[in-house]
Nanobody
Framework: QVQLVESGGGLVQAGGSLRLSCYAS????????MGWFRQAPGPEREFVAA?????????SAYYADSAKGRFMISRDKNTVYLQMNSLKPEDTAVYYC??????????????????WGQGTQVTVSS
């Protein structure tokens, strides 16, 4: 099992920045892909960004169109970060960290992740 703990959410004005962190513990060996999803009120969990294992100690970053140019995902061993800049009210959501024991081009599918954090609320006021 892998446990994921997020931190860093909060309330920020439009145009501001927040940095989310997600620490993975437990059976982290072989945890290849880690990503961030978000969920506004409603059933859909939306892909935001992911780090995809590309061999050795290398990872590639991928972003949703809504995040490109504003958000940056990074990874340091068992911690993944999401730096969010130029935040907009429509970024308001609960942000979830996710991890899985395989890697692939289907990184944007929430149903293919094995582990989830508890979520952290991000609220952007206008």
């Amino acid at each position: 099992q892998v446990q994921l703990v997020e931190s860093g959410g909060g309330l920020v004005q439009a145009g501001g920045s927040l940095r989310l962190s997600c620490y993975a513990s437990g059976r982290t060996t072989g945890t290849y892909d880690m990503g961030w999803f978000r969920q506004a009120p409603g059933p859909e969990r939306e892909f935001v960004a992911a780090t995809i294992w590309s061999g050795g100690n290398s990872y590639s970053a991928y972003y949703a169109d809504s995040a490109k140019g504003r958000f940056m995902i990074s990874r340091d061993k068992n911690t993944v970060y999401l730096q969010m800049n130029s935040l907009k009210p429509e970024d308001t959501a609960v942000y979830y960290c996710a991890a899985r024991h395989h890697s692939g081009s289907d990184y944007f599918r929430s149903d293919l992740y094995d582990y989830w954090g508890q979520g952290t609320q991000v609220t952007v006021s206008s």
